[in-house]
């Protein structure tokens, strides 16, 4: 009879492990998810003749026009670690310059704010980085 109860007791706090688990895995994956995308993308835009840098926010899916370019952030993202922030934006850019027709972008992909050499900003005149996504 001893015996019996025990099992029972066992049976009942390894489910009600089991369920905390659960809850609280559920509750971590719901927390990571919340704030990771941002709806504003600011960058830093050098001109490399005056040396002076000028800091832009741009609404996500908007236009910005910055003198001689036309950049537009399709979507920004958060990382998920905390102790190496990664900011990542898609963004585009056009030279409103260059005529040359088959150019469309002169930037069209993915930026990174800890690594920006991945896919490097190629102008003469500017250079642009990613800040922050909020």
Do not use: R
Request: proline fraction near 3%; charge should be positive.
């Amino acid at each position: 009879m001893l015996l019996k109860k025990n099992i029972k007791l066992g049976k009942i706090s390894f489910n009600l492990t089991i369920i905390l688990f659960l809850l609280l895995f559920s509750f971590k994956h719901l927390k990571s998810e919340i704030n990771l995308e941002g709806n504003f993308t600011n960058i830093k835009v050098l001109d490399k003749i005056s040396s002076k840098n000028i800091l832009i926010k741009i609404k996500n899916g908007e236009e910005t026009k910055h003198k001689d370019l036309l950049i537009k952030s399709m979507k920004c993202k958060n990382s998920e670690f905390d102790d190496s922030p990664e900011v990542t934006a898609y963004i585009q850019v056009k030279d409103l310059t260059n005529k040359d027709k088959d150019d469309v972008f002169v930037f069209n992909g993915w930026m990174f704010s800890s690594s920006p050499s991945i896919t490097p900003f190629d102008h003469p005149v500017y250079d642009i980085w990613l800040v922050s996504c909020y």
